[in-house]
């Protein structure tokens, strides 16, 4: 099974704070993404990636940046965090699309910025 | 414009019962893939199905069913026979062969009575 792990469950940062979001699939999947969940919005894509050092903003990047130096890990960035930033982040990972290559998320994690 | 819309915030039915919950969708692609997840309250996102754009026949998972109209963009989820574990929220996405990404829907709240 794949697995998509990421590294905090909860979190609480101060405002200002530079908060570090990590995840690492394990199935060498090309594709990497990252997804905020507020209630009544879905999911909104803030950035994927489909290779190492590459990236591609999203919906929202506006506060946020990413990092994908190894293949298996993506991690997303918040270099000051701002109260309207907390909320459930997601990372996924993905083969390229091709038939049914499902995305496969992490557990999610659930930050709040004070 | 929206990619993927879900126009039933919330959904009840009565256990044993069967369900709809509805998703369109826009693309100019001919090429997309269709996908449901489910998100119960442990937060975790849980692949259920997939429909291909080319796909003729719809899609069945055990006691899941996708009705795919194309010519509609509609790619509604059929439960069948609800149990209480099926209480949840209910995600359509859409995957275009262009851009590689994954699209989001706002989301059904489902809750199954006993």
């Known amino acids: 099974d794949v697995k998509v792990t990421q590294s905090s469950r909860y979190l609480v940062k101060r405002t200002g704070e530079k908060v570090f979001l990590e995840c690492v699939q394990d199935?060498?999947?090309?594709?990497m993404f990252w997804y905020r969940q507020d209630p009544g919005l879905g999911l909104r894509l803030i950035y994927f990636?489909?290779?190492?050092?590459?990236?591609e903003k999203g919906d929202i990047p506006e506060g946020y940046s990413v990092s994908r130096e190894k293949k298996e890990r993506f991690s997303l960035i918040l270099e000051s965090a701002s109260t309207n930033q907390t909320s459930m982040y997601l990372c996924?990972?993905?083969?390229?699309?091709?038939?049914?290559?499902?995305?496969?998320f992490g557990a999610g994690s659930r930050l709040t910025v004070l | 414009a929206q990619k993927i819309t879900q126009t039933q915030p919330g959904m009840f039915v009565q256990e044993k019962e069967a369900v709809t919950l509805d998703c369109t969708y826009d693309t100019s692609d001919q090429s997309y893939g269709l996908f449901w997840y489910k998100q119960p309250s442990s937060g975790e996102m849980i692949f259920l199905i997939y429909?291909?754009?080319?796909?003729?026949q719809n899609a069945t998972e055990g006691r899941y069913s996708l009705n795919f109209q194309k010519a509609r963009k509609s790619a509604n989820l059929v439960i069948s026979a609800s149990q209480l574990g099926d209480s949840a929220m209910y995600f359509c996405?859409?995957?275009?062969?262009?851009?590689?990404?994954?699209?989001f829907g706002t989301g059904t709240s489902l809750t199954v009575i006993p």
């Open positions: 429909q291909g754009s080319y796909d003729e």
């Open positions: 990636s489909y290779d190492v050092k590459m990236k």
């Open positions: 996405a859409m995957r275009e062969v262009t851009g590689n990404q994954f699209y």
């Open positions: 996924a990972s993905s083969l390229e699309f091709s038939g049914a290559n499902v995305l496969t």
């Open positions: 199935m060498d999947h090309e594709n």
